[in-house]
């Protein structure tokens, strides 16, 4: 062979030193056995690592592997059964040390070993498919010492004795419960499983089972709560001392189910100290506790959520249906904020900001305004109130902070076209009267429901505000034009409303006094001289007058009235006494208006203009009116307020219910004609869910009513039953 | 015995001290020995083991470099306080003076080819077979 040609040297049989005699394994066997045993009488520094590593080395080169490996596993089984009659005899408390002094001894003899016989782990051993050296010298631990019958049992006792008493309080030696735990650990994690953490995890069960009944019985939940959250961590603080991380889980899993989960109902439900007194109570420490601790458990946190639920809608249902709370919108709407701010804080503060629970909140707020079909119509009043008065001397930030909370109750509002309603009307209101506080937070709460419910919502508000000042513009053109000839007369201010924007109401026109009669009619050619083709309708139940009046003595006051006041004042003229009967004939105010506006002129005591006999608090059809000659008031200027419902009387709830029914109706169909229009075809149940969630951010309609409109666009062929299925209905195109 | 170190790969001091029968220790010079020398003056004997050859040679070297052979490796490290741990000196009586040179130079340059540096490691084909036979003795 050529290759063999290039070499220039030549392999031969290797020849060993040492002849092959067939002593000679026995020999070197005794060697390394008395090596050995000398290595676990801790006599090792006499030896030569070099001879016995070369021993062991030839021995495996020489094929006597087999005899060096059952050798290795006689001789150290036989020590180690030495060492289980020893350990066996240790006294008591000295027990597990002399197991770790032990443990740690063969440890060292072990890895003595290994390094000595290491060329047998590295050829003899995987070859074989035999346990290395290392591994060996554990399983003959594990089956001589720690599976010894009479070890086996003491060890375990020992261990959970030892941490029974760490529990009830008692200090333990825990390096050394590290070092006997780590032994098992690393005999194997089957070793650790099954001779420690199982027998461990069951007495942990009964002893968690056992103390949690002790202390529900005779503590209240905060400070069960307390001990629960002490005891999981002192196990945690166990776990990393002593115990594989591994059984952190399983332990803290114990402690959660004994100490919480078979106690969680009785603690939420405890009488005086369960959750619900945690709640009201404002507890944030319990309930960050409670909810920390329930956090561990699956159904815990539902559970608080459904018991905090089920309180809120107690307390919200009570509040929205107790009678006695209803009479003062503004006050029973802050009730409802501060209720809010109450259980935000809460979720902020205790519950994590938890999202769930936050949902949770919301629907059951949602949940109880709803249950008050005038809960729309107090929060209009609330913003009513805040904007004429409450904001006065507010800063801008709380401002918004209060409209933010406004609009936050808003959204839980199923009818917020009632809502609507009624806020143009009071909207309406403060604008025709000026009571506005500020400008600004008007436009910023009409941008905040716009955003909340699309331009449609507000396009009519908005409306309002662009009226407003369109009339100062005409106003101002007016006086210009004007001014001059009516200088004479009393000042006119004229508010032009678009109709559709503001809340219509039936116009009742009285008869104005003729002074007025003239300048209005001025404006009104001056009106329609710049817009042609419009039609001006007085509205004078909503204007205002400014009157100045000379009383007996002479002293003079000026009277800040509404219109029908003034039209009734200014009768006084030209009478002294004037009856209930002969007033309505020359006014022709409504009969329910006029009531109001003179017992506001004659019953209210300080701003009595007129006098009326018989002298009763309610204004009869047969009284009789006398001008007060003997008025007296300190003040120059006097605002007479007309007694007004600030909440809608009975009959007015009724007539602004069955308007916003009405506005509905074209709402719903249209609608319906809208999904018609895209489906084609559809049956009953499916419109009247698309209906509901296309309606549903402004109100939500009643499935009659839908069916109701169904069949009037049938009527006005917008829709046909289909002609099999009497289901279905179909767009006519 | 030949003592010419013309291998070139040698970074680091070696002692190669005879104290039989040629009883002049002689160090290699290289661009980096007066630094090693200097060096050399403050090893201590912990950091340093002496290997003795089959014929009786001593072979100073840094304990770092005879780890790269694992069995001298656990001969040093072993828990038990064996004699060569005590003493820092190892004796192979089955491995002759030349091969143990040899070795030694491959620890240093085992030690050097692991920091980076790829060069060849040069094999006289007469010493091959003994040589390897040292190396799975070794475990290197």
Redesign the interface.
Known sequence: MSAQKKRNFQIEAFKHRVVVDPKYAEKTWKILEHAIHEIYNHNASGLSFEELYRNAYNMVLHKFGEKLYSGLVSTMTSHLKEIAKFIEASQGGLFLEELNRKWAEHNKALQMIRDILMYMDRTFIPSTHKTPVHELGLNLWRDHIIHCSKIHKRLQDTLLELIQLERTGEVINRGLMRNVIKMLMDLGSSVYQEDFEKPFLDVSADFYRLESQQFIECCDCGDYLKKAEKRLNEEIERVSHYLDTRSEPKLTNVVEKEMIESHMHRLVHMDNSGLVNMIVNDKYEDLGRMYNLFRRVSTGLALIRDVMTSHIREIGKQLVTDPEKLKDPVDFVQRLLDEKDKHDKIISSAFNNDKTFQNALNSSFEYFINLNPRSPEYISLFVDDKLRKGLKGVTEEDVELVLDKVMMLFRYLQEKDVFEKYYKQHLAKRLLSGKTVSDDAERSLIVKLKTECGYQFTSKLEGMFTDMKTSQDTMQGFHAAVGAEIAEGPSLTVQVLTTGSWPTQSVTTCNLPSEILGVCEKFKTYYLGTHTGRRLSWQTNMGTADVKATFGKGQKHELNVSTYQMCILMLFNNADRLSYREIEQATEIPASDLKRCLQSLACVKGKNVLRKEPMSKDIAEDDAFYFNDKFSSKFYKLKIGTVVAQKESEPEKQETRQRVEEDRKPQIEAAIVRIMKSRRVLDHNNIVTEVTKQLQSRFLPNPVVIKKRIESLIEREFLERDKIDRKLYRYLA | MTRSFSNKLFPFALYHICTRAYLFPFIVYHKQTDQFNSQSAKMKKEDTVKLISAEGFEFIIDKKAAMVS??IR??LT?????????HGE?????ISTTILEKICQYFYWSLQYASGKETEFHIE??I??ELM?AAN?L?T
């Not at chain 2, 190892?90 to 089955?94: S, Y």
């Open positions: 694992q069995t656990n001969m072993s828990p038990g306080s064996f004699a060569e741990t005590e190892v004796t192979f009586p089955e084909p007469e091959t077979l036979m003795y475990h």
